[in-house]
């Protein structure tokens, strides 16, 4: 299983900034995907994760009304829009998968390599 994840950078504080990560290299018929990030000096935690075969999104608390999860099954490709950012949400994320699983229970065994978004003025 492959994740390649693109987007990320330096934006102001309110700004927006879309993640999306491309899945290949499994073939099943449903899986949990998401997004985990790790701060400088900070336990890595899970942002958002959605379930392949019905759609259900999850958030952590912090990013709830600000982040948004969504995934196109026909290309395998999940992405993150995160607006209104903070200074807090400065962190690596990683995409991340979980094969014939759910969110709730998923071990995400397949990580991708992270990507830095920094928010900052």
Known sequence: VQLQASGGGLVQ??????LSCAASGFTVDRYA????RQAPGKQREGVACINSDNGLPYYVDSVKGRFTISLDKTIDTVTLQMNN???EDTAVYYCVTSPRSWCGVAKFEYWGRGTLVTVSS
């Open 13 to 18: 504080p309110g700004g927006s900034l879309s």
């Open 33 to 36: 995907i998401g997004w985990f």
């Open 85 to 87: 950012l903070r200074p």
